[in-house]
């Protein structure tokens, strides 16, 4: 555990926050994808740690976490102001893997997908297309980052209210006729429902080494608790078997993640 104080926290965007900790060990050895566990100074429920990806790190020790507001442990954390010292538990959990110098890296993200995706994006040595998507406009957030960070950004949104009307999963066939020929590699961060239909995308036209973090719900955030279990492929008689998302993930390929009758 590394006590961490918070050196900014701020809107980012609508509900959307972004909290700053001063925690350089943790930056030392952060991948992209991991996590960190964190305790909300001030909340009631002190036990119970809140999950959320490192969106990005600095040479200078500055560990930042996009986050947004959805209850009671966001709401608090949404108020603590610069100088709080918080409990955090990291980098947490299996992290992405970097593509290769003749991969072009596609990131497909939803809501705070974005922010859990960053990182990829930054220390990827291709640049290459995020495709972002969300309900509406509001919940779009980082595109201009992932721009400067060199990637080609395309929108969707479900009301149509900022670039294509409809899922994010849409721009993926456009997308594999225009980079015909290209060895692509997959990215995936979002809601699940997203990530389950990107995955059976995936799995179907022979980009099963896809790499998709599944979040779930999350108790302990090592291995100890089985909270955050979720059903992914294995050579048994059902055809799955149950893998903690803390421990074994958040990070899986394309092909392990189970999409029958889900
Ligand atoms: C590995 C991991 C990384 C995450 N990274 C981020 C991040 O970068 N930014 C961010 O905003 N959030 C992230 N989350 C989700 C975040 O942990 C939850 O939103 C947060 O714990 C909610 O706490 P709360 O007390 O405010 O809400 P609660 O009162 O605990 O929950 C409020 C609502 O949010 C839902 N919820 C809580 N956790 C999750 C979850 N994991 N997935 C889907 N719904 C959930 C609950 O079911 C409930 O409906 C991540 C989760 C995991 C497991
Ligand atoms: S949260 Fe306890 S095992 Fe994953």
């Given at each position: 555990m590394t006590t961490g104080e918070i050196v900014s926290n701020t809107i980012l965007k609508d509900s959307y926050y972004k909290a700053e900790f001063f925690v350089p060990d943790i930056c030392a050895e952060t991948q992209?994808?991991?996590?960190?566990?964190?305790?909300?100074?001030?909340?009631?429920?002190r036990i119970l740690r809140r999950p959320f990806s490192i969106s990005d790190v600095s040479g200078k020790g500055i560990?930042?976490?996009?986050?947004?507001?959805?209850?009671e442990g966001t709401e608090v954390l949404a108020g603590l102001p610069?100088?709080?010292?918080?409990?955090?538990?990291?980098?947490?959990?299996?992290?992405?893997?970097?593509?290769?110098?003749?991969?072009?890296?596609?990131i497909v993200a939803g809501g705070y997908g974005s922010a859990a995706t960053y990182l990829l994006a930054k220390r990827s040595p291709v640049k290459g297309v995020l495709?972002?998507?969300?309900?509406?406009?509001?919940?779009?957030?980082?595109?201009?980052?992932?721009a400067?960070?060199?990637?080609d950004v395309r929108l969707a949104t479900q009301d149509g209210?900022?670039?294509?009307?409809?899922?994010?999963?849409?721009?993926?066939?456009?997308?594999?006729?225009?980079?015909a020929g290209q060895k692509i590699r997959f990215y995936g961060c979002g809601p699940t429902?997203?990530?389950?239909?990107?995955?059976?995308?995936?799995?179907?036209?022979?980009?099963?080494?896809?790499?998709?973090?599944?979040?779930?719900?999350?108790?302990?955030g090592v291995g100890a608790c089985f909270a955050c279990v979720v059903k992914?492929?294995?050579?048994?008689?059902?055809?799955?078997?149950?893998?903690?998302?803390?421990?074994?993930?958040?990070?899986?390929?394309?092909?392990?993640?189970?999409?029958?009758g889900e």
């Open positions: 992209p994808g991991q996590f960190v566990h964190v305790k909300i100074a001030n909340l009631r429920d560990l930042t976490v996009i986050y947004k507001v959805v209850g610069a100088g709080t010292v918080c409990d955090l538990m990291g980098p947490l959990g299996k992290p992405f893997s970097l593509p290769l110098q003749n991969e072009l890296p596609v495709l972002l998507g969300a309900r509406s406009e509001a919940d779009l957030i980082l595109s201009e980052k992932f400067a960070a060199g990637f209210s900022q670039g294509h009307k409809g899922l994010v999963t849409e721009l993926i066939p456009p997308l594999l006729k225009e980079k429902p997203m990530l389950i239909a990107l995955a059976k995308m995936l799995q179907q036209n022979g980009f099963g080494d896809g790499e998709i973090s599944l979040d779930h719900l999350m108790c302990c992914i492929k294995a050579d048994n008689e059902d055809g799955w078997r149950y893998a903690r998302t803390c421990k074994e993930g958040p990070v899986f390929t394309a092909d392990d993640v189970y999409t029958d």
